[in-house]
């Protein structure tokens, strides 16, 4: 390579440069690259070759019915599961704890010291993220979703959407660089999702990249850049939501899920 690069004349050297350039730069603007990933629990194949990106700074939709693999993909993501084959990585590699990336999980299974205080809870966890003045950050936050006079509350006395409002607190305290949500608004009623959805406005705005695991399509088309349906282990839809809608020639989201689910099917 290196003799015949000498050979090159300057203008022919110049564009190789350029595109060479070109090329680093389009891998740095991925926070997320997926390539032929296939996943086999036993018998069964949940995920069939699935490649997709996401763009850094974007709020990315994470579609599909119950089963389709999208919970399964965030977990081999993270490292919590290990692929059958391909490659998910984070900033160019496989995600590590230690990397220098502040990752942002809300499981659809909650996860809190159900027998700890709210705010004990909720200034545990942000003195181990580093955020300044932990109680103050705590109790602005608590009073933002309507909590603070459930702040001395045990997590176990308190409701599931409750909980849910808790844990978000702690996943989005110290502004991730990437923030994985699945499932956010589940049980909530308009005006608690309201609340939520301006959180996640806000967020990006600060240049957190999302995925936002939803079965919502309101949200979707409100919130997200692009998109992912999963069917079956594979991508049905993926691509700019506009593209996408041209693509089946339909007008919103939620047609599309049930042209390619099916009227009968569970979402």
Known sequence: MRAESANLTGDKRDRSIKITKSAKTVARDNIIEVKHYKMVFADKTVIKDLSFEVK??????????????????????????????????????????????????LP????????????????????????KNPREWSMNFLSRVGLEDSAKTRIDKLSQGMQQKVQLGITVMNEPELLILDEPTKG??????????????????????????????????DLCDRILLLKDGKAAAYGKIDEVKKQFKLSSLEDIFVQVYGAKEEA
Do not use: C
């Not at 545990?124 to 580093?130: E, I, Q, T, V, W």
């Not at 608690?192 to 919502?216: F, P």
């Open 56 to 105: 850094k700074g974007e709020v990315f939709g994470l579609l599909g019915s119950n089963g389709s693999g999208k919970t399964t993909t965030i977990r081999t993501l993270l490292g919590l599961y290990q692929a059958t084959d391909g490659k998910l990585l984070i900033n160019g590699k496989p995600f590590s704890p230690e990397d220098n990336i502040s990752v942002g999980y």
């Open 188 to 221: 909530f009623d308009p005006v608690n999702r309201k609340i939520l959805m301006e959180i996640i406005e806000e967020l990006h705005k600060k240049g957190s990249t999302i995925i936002l695991i939803t079965h919502y399509m309101n949200e979707v088309e």
């Open 108 to 131: 659809e299974e909650r996860g809190l010291y159900k027998k700890e205080s709210v705010i004990d809870t909720m200034i545990y966890f942000a003195r181990l993220k580093g955020i």
